[in-house]
């Protein structure tokens, strides 16, 4: 069975960073393009970033771009997802995603979800 599970999500204050984890069992990682998405109470569920099989590629909601960086280390089928300079609207739960499609921005896409991470980020 497929399992994403997120950790490094938690309390922050503005301008601060986290870097959250993704670690994926129980599919080919590599044949797999990987996306975060995120979800703030009483709103969707809204795109973050998506990176492509090999890490080569990658795209951004235009709300984080120049904050996170998204990167993949397919020897330890793990995605990461960098944030800097955190803002209180990025305080949201955080999910990883899997597709077999490449730089899906429509999470309708994505095959496998983790559980999703707290990140909240305090003003």
């Known amino acids: 069975q497929v399992l994403l599970v997120e950790s490094g999500g938690g309390l922050v204050q503005a301008g601060g960073s986290l870097r959250l984890s993704c670690a994926a069992s129980?599919?080919?990682?590599?044949?797999?393009?990987m996306g975060w998405f995120r979800q703030a109470p009483g709103k969707e569920r809204e795109f973050v970033a998506v990176?492509?099989?090999?890490?080569?590629?990658?795209t951004y909601a235009d709300s984080v771009k120049g904050r996170f960086t998204i990167a993949r280390d397919n020897g330890q089928n793990t995605v990461f997802l960098q944030m800097n300079s955190l803002k209180p609207e990025d305080t949201a739960v955080y999910y990883c995603?899997?597709?077999?499609?490449?730089?899906?921005?429509?999470?309708?896409?994505?095959?496998?979800w983790g559980q999703g991470t707290q990140v909240t980020v305090s003003s």
């Open positions: 990176t492509s099989w090999s890490g080569s590629s990658a």
């Open positions: 995603a899997a597709t077999q499609e490449y730089a899906l921005q429509n999470g309708h896409e994505y095959q496998y």
């Open positions: 129980g599919l080919t990682f590599s044949m797999y393009a």
